[in-house]
Structure formats: structure tokens, C-alpha cells
């Protein structure tokens, strides 16, 4: 019974991965899933997490392409908390101005690549000193590191980051 039952659901697992898989590398919005969300859905909010979140929705359905977007991570330093909690981080070494999200991956001859991540309809001035200080230094260190408007702004520099032949 047991068997029948891996089976089964191997197979149904399979037929998800099909329906969502992404159409090619360049094709950046992704297939609806079977909920029926997609990046753009996510990233309705209009807020820099609804961004985040769709980035990280729309990596998670490209590592059948770019199996290394495993590693993409958020690093949680910004966003309104109370004080106890802001000292609890601070305390773990929490930093300001570091990058919202880093894929620690080497390509094109950087170490790996830092983004900070500002809303689709945000501006330059948007990006406070203490960001533009850490994405100087981690270009100082051999990172790719920039600042992306919106989660297909982050989304096509990745590709364009892991892409072998661009």
C-alpha cells in the first residue's frame, strides 16, 4: 500500500513541475501556479516586502533553470519593529545599510552578487547612504552589487547575472 501511494504521488509531483515550469530562462514571468499566484500577484502591494516576495516566488520556480537559486537569501535588516526587538537583532549583528538579498554564487568574475531591493515606482533617492557605503564596499570586494526597482528589475539581473553565455 505503501508503494502505491509513493507512486502516486511521484507522479502527481511530476505533473506540478510541469505545469508550472518556466517557458525559457528569458521569459520572466512565470506561469501561474496550481493556486494561481504569480510574482506580479504577490508584488500587487506596491511595498518593497510584496517586491522581495516576488523575487523569491519567482526564484523558486526558475531553479529548474538556474538550479543555484537555492542559495538566494534575504537578509533581514530593514522593516518596522518594536524596540525589544530591534535590540534582539541589533544584538545578533544586524547591520544597517547591508543589502536586502545576496545570492553567494560566483559568476563573471565576481564573488557572488548583493541587491538591494526598492519599490517598482521608487526613486534614486530612495537608497539611503548607509546602502550606497555597503554597495560600495562589497564592489570593493569583488561582489557584483546594485540596486534593483521592483521584483523583474532583480529577477532579469540575476539572469543576467547566472547566465553563462551573456
Not at 65 to 92: C, D, F, M, Q
Request: charged share 25%; proline share 4%; net charge positive.
Amino acid at each position: 500500500m505503501q508503494s502505491v501511494r509513493r507512486q502516486t504521488w511521484a507522479k502527481r509531483s511530476k505533473r506540478k513541475s510541469a505545469e508550472t515550469m518556466p517557458a525559457s530562462s528569458s521569459d520572466v514571468s512565470v506561469r501561474k501556479t496550481t493556486k494561481g499566484l504569480t510574482p506580479e500577484d504577490i508584488a500587487k502591494s506596491g511595498t518593497e516586502h510584496g517586491e522581495q516576495a516576488a523575487l523569491f516566488f519567482w526564484a523558486a520556480k526558475m531553479r529548474v533553470l538556474y538550479p543555484v537559486l537555492k542559495w538566494l537569501y534575504a537578509i533581514p535588516n530593514g522593516g518596522g519593529r518594536s524596540p525589544v526587538e530591534g535590540s534582539r537583532l541589533k544584538a545578533e549583528g544586524v547591520k544597517k545599510g547591508v543589502s536586502d538579498v545576496c545570492l553567494p554564487v560566483s559568476r563573471k568574475g565576481y564573488h557572488g552578487i548583493y541587491i538591494e531591493m526598492k519599490r517598482m515606482d521608487g526613486k534614486s533617492t530612495d537608497v539611503k547612504p548607509e546602502q550606497s557605503e555597503f554597495l560600495e564596499f562589497v564592489q570593493n570586494q569583488g561582489y557584483y552589487g546594485c540596486v534593483c526597482f521592483g521584483w523583474k528589475m532583480a529577477a532579469k539581473t540575476l539572469e543576467w547575472y547566472l547566465c553563462e553565455n551573456v
